[in-house]
């Protein structure tokens, strides 16, 4: 593990607490601009948009097994990105991961 991973692992653990934790790994990020932490960082807040969003659309949908598909989903995914930040691994997440990369190039 390189010192940048070091340095950013715990901004990078940070972004994936809740969407409240993806801001403040963000604001942590802005002065030390450290490469894996805006990688995690974006995956994270990525995944935070989508799960709103979908949420947003299957509320609608009113069914208690969209439901439950979505949060088991968006829980694997989440998990799958957190332990990538523990590891140190700049792996994207599954389906959407190099989107967010892509559209959140701004982080």
Do not use: C, E
Not at 23 to 42: E, G, L, P, T, V
């Amino acid at each position: 593990m390189n010192d940048t991973t070091k340095q950013g692992k715990n901004i990078a653990i940070v972004s994936y607490i809740t969407i409240i934790g993806s801001f403040i790994a963000f604001s942590m990020n802005m002065d030390a601009k450290n490469d894996f932490a805006a990688f995690h960082i974006r995956q994270a807040f990525g995944l935070w948009i989508s799960f709103f969003a979908l949420g947003f659309l299957v509320g609608h949908a009113n069914s208690i097994y969209a439901s439950m598909a979505l949060y088991l989903f968006f829980i694997i995914l989440l998990l799958y990105g957190f332990t990538g930040a523990l590891s140190g691994k700049k792996q994207p997440v599954p389906l959407l991961g190099k989107l967010f990369q892509k559209w959140l190039g701004f982080i």
